[in-house]
């Protein structure tokens, strides 16, 4: 990023988007001095909270899978009457609640959209958008991205699967509605996301005659609530971010898979077919319902589609069957198509993630940020959230901005992750991020909360503890999110606990920024 000069016209930044990543950029920026405008193409906020967005993937009466904790960024929480994990209108209305806080909705241009993003010859960046006023260009020294990932639904190369004559056709998860419609139907379900699984229980629980998934390959499976408490607070912590940096990826994936077979048991005990082995190669995902739905008999697994003719799908094994809706739970592309051709292919545009150092920088884009274009295993609002202070701290001087060497070293790391087909994961990029905006918490300055910050929950006050924008009652308020649901009221470490404590304590690598 560039940092503007003290003109006030320079300490202008574009945002494009006003979903949470948006929304909590301009907080941020806003704290810092600089005046943010947040360009929205729809004539509400929210992004995918807002059902009425044409990119959202919401549907009536959908959850979030991450708790009311996780789904929350650090200055507001949720409603006392928000269960443990918000509906979409719940989400919504937080957000809402959030822009209304921060005064935020006047700097949203609603119903403006973006055609073109590009570099001046000056070195500023050029955005064209269109609204009923008509067309304007305008020119910025900074801008955020901040649209989303699940931007352009991705549908699988099936032979045959665009001419299905299903009496009701073939739709991706993005454009589901709800049950009803399927009621009495036979569904195929295509894809083990976490949206599938959630999709294929709602069905098979809401009156569908048959529920049928099938995926490519089966991944261990995550109860939304382990004994209780809600699995992002079991599963994604500081301890395991930390531990990840010292110890060997067979010594992780070996406790990563213990600790998920103690959650939720593996899917051959409930029917599904066996995952690898190896947990990083079969990856995870989450639903609460869907395996006891299989071990019901309420939902059938196959393997994954060999093809489609007409009204009868194929599976690899030889089996076929004739459903009357296909719904593809088959993930999301990033779509940027405004980006002008030079900058997506710096970007390397058209998968699940752009190149970029931590998902926020890249060397040969300065001026571009980027928030929340990711798909993230865990929670995004705390993470978005880190991002959003990372990059208004480094544009007001408060961090220094990371130099080339290092910023191609991680667009390098990035683009590996992605070649091997490995997620990026909410623990180990909050920390990350966190150490670059220098307000990842000093344990030894926190001793009584030492085991609510190594072993509760990642919320996103537990970066208000410690560097720029640190907040007076943030103990409270972690202390609060640890023993929420009756998971940790006590500083004293388990026995499992201890000796994971010695372990990344012990290390070379700093528990604290």
């Not at 810092?32 to 906020?45: M, S, T, V």
């Not at 005064?103 to 070195?123: H, K, M, P, Q, Y």
């Not at 295509?190 to 099938?214: K, N, P, W």
């Amino acid at each position: 990023m560039q940092r503007p000069s003290g003109n006030k016209s320079e300490n202008t930044v574009a945002i494009i988007g006003a979903g949470p990543g948006g929304l909590v950029t301009a907080r941020w920026l806003a704290q810092h001095g600089f005046e943010p405008i947040l360009f929205e193409a729809a004539d509400k906020l929210g992004g995918q909270w807002n059902r009425r967005h044409p990119a959202s993937g919401i549907w009536n009466g959908m959850r979030t899978n991450t708790s009311r904790v996780m789904s929350a960024f650090s200055d507001l929480d949720h409603a006392p009457e928000v269960g443990v994990y918000p509906r979409q209108d719940q989400m919504l209305d937080y957000l809402e609640r959030y822009a209304l806080s921060f005064d935020l909705v006047r700097r949203i241009r609603f119903g403006t959209r973006i055609e073109r993003l590009e570099r001046t010859s000056a070195g500023r960046w050029l955005v064209r958008h269109v609204s009923a006023e008509g067309v304007e260009e305008q020119s910025f020294a900074n801008v955020v991205v901040a649209t989303g990932p699940q931007a352009a639904p991705a549908v699988p190369d099936v032979p045959g699967l665009d001419g299905f004559t299903g009496i009701l056709g073939t739709r991706h998860t993005a454009q589901y509605d709800g049950a009803e419609r399927y009621r009495g139907r036979s569904v195929l379900v295509a894809g083990c996301s976490i949206s599938a699984l959630e999709i294929a229980s709602d069905l098979a629980f809401a009156g569908a005659r048959e529920v049928i998934t099938t995926y490519r390959r089966q991944r261990y499976v995550l109860p939304k609530l382990i004994a209780g408490v809600p699995t992002d607070h079991v599963m994604f912590n500081r301890a395991a971010a930390l531990a990840a940096e010292v110890a060997s990826p067979e010594a992780l994936a070996g406790h990563l898979k213990a600790a998920v077979l103690r959650a939720g048991g593996s899917p051959e005990q409930f029917g599904a077919p066996a995952p690898d082995a190896n947990i990083f190669v079969a990856g995870i995902t989450q639903a609460q319902h869907y395996l006891p739905a299989v071990a019901e008999g309420r939902i059938t697994v196959r393997p994954w589609i060999d093809r489609v003719e007409k009204s009868r799908v194929y599976f690899n094994d030889g089996s076929s069957m004739e459903p009357d809706a296909i719904l593809l739970g088959t993930g999301y592309q990033i779509s940027l198509p405004w980006l002008a051709p030079d900058v997506g292919a710096i970007l390397n545009t058209g998968g699940e993630s752009l190149d970029l150092h931590l998902h926020t920088f890249h060397p040969d884009l300065p001026g571009l940020a980027f928030v929340g274009l990711y798909n993230l295993v865990g929670p995004y609002l705390p993470v978005l959230e880190l991002q959003a202070r990372w990059i208004a701290y480094a544009l007001a001087g408060l961090v220094p901005i990371a130099p080339k060497d290092e910023m191609a070293a991680g667009v390098a790391a990035c683009r590996a992750m992605r070649e091997r087909g490995q997620p990026t994961v909410l623990h180990e990029l909050a920390i990350a991020l966190a150490r670059h905006a220098a307000v990842e918490p000093d344990l030894d300055c926190w001793p009584e909360l030492e085991r609510a910050l190594l072993f509760g929950p990642l919320s996103a006050v537990s970066f208000r503890l410690n560097g720029p924008d640190s907040m007076g009652n943030a103990s409270e308020r972690v202390r609060a999110a640890a023993a929420a649901f009756g998971a940790i009221s006590s500083p004293t470490f388990t026995a499992e606990e201890a000796g994971l404590r010695q372990m990344v304590r012990s290390s070379a690598v700093p528990v604290a920024a």
